[in-house]
């Protein structure tokens, strides 16, 4: 077809127009999907925003709810930003400017002594780029103490040259004052412990009543590193008190030894200061520095010798009042509550030594001597076993401690400080000739389940109580017997056989009462003499009542404890 002039240029036009809107609806396809494109984008970065948020807002919550200060220290510039609660940490209440807190600033709150080792770990961290932590003391601005425990990790270029630290910080004070409690108390029970089996010792073999009373005094001098002691006693008809001996020099003197000669040894109780007050609470009195409070007999004898500080406990038997013991140290001293209760029991020992020297006096007879074998008894049946649960506890506290277990661990110390509270007032009942409470409160059976769950909780020593037959009711001395046997060879295969397994059982058949305790720890031979008090006690109670005791052991070989108790006899007894 032949084509008009000018036809050909109409056409190339069309196809133009035609590409340009070509053009124009792929430009707007274009657009609307990269309007699409940002829109989708805009929403993933408002949702990864909204999860940076919840992330940073858990992670805010977790380190405020365990008290954790956060930092991020930048090693190029010296300077750090900081959580509230780090600044804290150190002593501050409000933030410290970034530019004031870098190394140099950081070392100078540690503490002296801790100074050069966590500068040195410190900076050997940053130089290998490796993690680091450590624990240390810190010094407040108001100059007190405090243990923190801090880490932190290192970022680097990709040269590998360390640009940052990032770390947390927490105060352990806490923490580390229960460690030390926990030290404290183990050291302060096994110190019981020792006391008194040393104390047990002198009154088997010692024969001047005298004698038990000054070694007493010398125990608890030696115990609490005294530089001497002394003891007074109460007259209770003239309301006085009056100095009966002294332990300085490293022996025992008495009131009558000539440095005592001229001097007026009896002092009026209401009228001198501080006796008073020991004896109108009953409870320990501490003067801390006697060249600062105002005058008072025998003070003057005392200065010389370099005294400083002097712990007055008082004295009771029976529940009276009947003395106190003064000890006295050439530096200032302050005492935990463990040691106050260790100086409470030995005090009352010591004023059982007394009384029974005072009875020793009168009389030489029998009633004498079976009444020290009842003290004797008593106290190693109260005190000393219930202070080797205390060990077991504060042992396994301990071993919860080093695996960093501190629920576990504090546990275990409440558990200590409730069985040593009890053994006091066992034995305090014991002195006053009383049976142990829990067979008031829970009847023999149920007081030795609690036995067995109070001692062996948290030991690894399995125990069992098995009751068999038709109980009868037993008189009080004999249920009192029955569980001190008992509560010694349990102790006995807790803190010496070093048992698994103890099993009990109680049975009750016509006419007799009958108690099986078995345990499968190391053993030992039976045909050998002990020096310990436990067989001898156990036999002691068990001929009283009129019964047998036969005791089968090897070693490695477990040991059985078999009693028969003649139930009529001790029935018509009562």
């Keep these: 077809m ?87 940490c150190f002593g501050y209440d409000s933030p410290i400017p970034e530019t004031e807190w870098g190394i140099e600033v950081f070392i100078r709150h540690v503490h002296p002594e801790d100074r050069l080792r966590v500068e040195s770990s410190l900076r050997e961290a940053v130089h290998t780029l490796r993690d680091w932590g450590a624990e240390f003391r810190v010094v407040w601005p108001d100059r007190s103490v405090h243990w923190v425990a801090a880490r932190g990790s290192i970022y680097r270029t990709g040269e590998g040259k360390a640009t940052r630290m990032l770390g947390i910080v927490l105060d352990i004070s806490a923490q580390k004052q229960a460690e030390a409690a926990l030290r404290a108390s183990e050291q302060v029970s096994r110190g019981q412990v020792e006391a008194l089996k040393s104390a047990l010792d002198a009154l088997a073999v010692e024969t001047e009543p005298e004698r ?103 004295m009771s038997v029976a529940g009276r009042l009947g003395g106190a013991i003064g000890l006295r140290f050439v530096t200032k001293r302050s005492f935990r509550s463990e040691e106050i209760d260790l100086a409470q029991a030995l005090a009352n020992q010591a004023m059982l030594m007394i009384q029974f020297a005072r009875l020793s006096a009168q009389t030489r007879g029998v009633a004498v001597i079976a009444e020290r074998n009842r003290i004797a008894r008593d106290i190693h049946d109260t005190l000393a076993q219930g202070f080797t649960g205390v060990i077991v506890q504060l042992e396994a506290a301990e071993d919860a401690t080093l695996r960093e277990l501190p629920r576990q661990a504090n546990e275990h110390l409440v558990r200590a400080r409730d069985l040593a509270r009890e053994s006091l007032n066992e034995a305090r009942r014991s002195v006053q000739a009383l049976r142990p409470r829990t067979l008031d409160d829970r009847g023999l059976s149920g007081a030795l389940e609690s036995l ?88 002691e109670r068990v001929e009283a009542m009129g ?19 003649p139930v009529a006899r001790g029935l018509a007894a009562s």
């Design 547 to 565: 019964g047998r005791v036969s005791v089968r052991s090897a070693p490695g070989k477990g040991t059985s404890v078999l009693i028969s108790l």
């Design 212 to 314: 038990l009373a000054g070694h007493i005094l010398r125990t608890i001098t030696e115990q609490f590193a005294a530089h001497s002691s002394s003891a007074w006693c109460r007259d209770q008809a003239s309301g006085m008190i009056g100095f009966e001996f002294a332990f300085e020099d490293g022996r025992v003197i008495s009131k009558t030894d000539r440095r005592f000669a001229g001097m007026d040894l009896w002092l009026p109780m209401e009228d001198i200061w501080p006796w008073p007050e020991v004896f109108s609470t009953g409870k320990p009195s501490l003067i801390e520095d006697i060249r600062t409070v105002p005058p008072f007999p025998l003070r003057d004898r005392l200065l010389p010798m370099g005294i400083v500080t002097v712990l007055l406990i008082p």
């Design 2 to 88: 032949l084509l008009a002039p000018g036809d050909d240029k109409a056409m190339t036009a069309s196809t133009d127009w035609a590409q340009i809107s070509e053009l124009e609806r792929e430009l707007a396809q274009c657009k609307r999907q990269l309007a699409q494109e940002r829109e989708h984008a805009a929403r993933l970065a408002a949702e990864n925003a909204e999860a940076l948020r919840e992330t940073k807002a858990v992670l805010e919550f977790t380190l405020e709810a365990g008290q954790i200060g956060d930092w991020d220290l930048d090693l190029i510039n010296d300077t750090s930003r900081r959580s509230l609660r780090h600044d804290q």
């Design 452 to 539: 067995f769950r109070q001692m062996t909780r948290g030991s690894g020593l399995t125990s069992e109580l098995q009751l068999l037959g038709e109980p009868v009711a037993l008189p009080p001395e004999w249920e009192d017997n029955v569980f001190r046997v008992v509560q010694e060879i349990l102790t006995n295969a807790l803190r010496h056989a070093h048992a698994q397994r103890f099993t009990a059982k109680l049975i009750f058949v016509p006419g007799d009462v009958r108690l099986e305790l078995r345990d499968d720890g190391r053993g030992f031979d039976p045909s050998v003499t002990s020096d310990g008090y436990g067989l001898l006690g156990i036999r």
